[in-house]
């Protein structure tokens, strides 16, 4: 199974990112293996549309959960639609979120936690 824990870098002692859509990268990891790859976040400049976009690549990537720190609607529903879990009020590091999820300390949310348009705001 892979987890994706969107990061404000390429490693699991980064930070993880508070935002979805606009992250720097996204952790695709194994929480059974500790195996991973960073992937940076090619939709984080994107004028409009990067939390859809951002949903539609965690499904090419086979994702069954994403953790972070906030949501909007549009990514929302994307991953939604992909049948994917979403995690927010992630934060710390990237591996103590993994750890974290491993041991059960997270639940999925029902809703968005932002408004459209959060991460271009500079939600940090």
Do not use: W
């Not at 199974?1 to 695709?28: H, W």
């Not at 720190?69 to 929302?76: C, H, K, L, Y």
């Not at 994307?78 to 990237?94: F, H, N, Q, R, Y």
């Amino acid at each position: 199974m892979k987890i994706c824990i969107t990061s404000q870098g390429n490693n699991l002692e980064a930070e993880v990112d508070p935002r979805f859509g606009r992250c720097s990268y996204f952790i695709i990891a194994d929480p059974e293996t500790l195996e991973f790859e960073a992937v940076s976040n090619i939709n984080a400049q994107a004028g409009g549309g990067a939390g859809i976009q951002s949903g539609q690549l965690m499904s090419e990537q086979g994702v069954k959960a994403v953790l972070t720190g906030n949501v909007g609607p549009n990514a929302f529903q994307a991953l939604k639609a992909a049948e994917i879990d979403i995690i927010t009020g992630v934060s710390g590091k990237v591996m103590d979120a993994i750890n974290k999820y491993i041991k059960g300390d997270y639940k999925p949310i029902s809703s968005a936690t932002v408004e459209s348009h959060f991460g271009m705001k500079g939600g940090r």
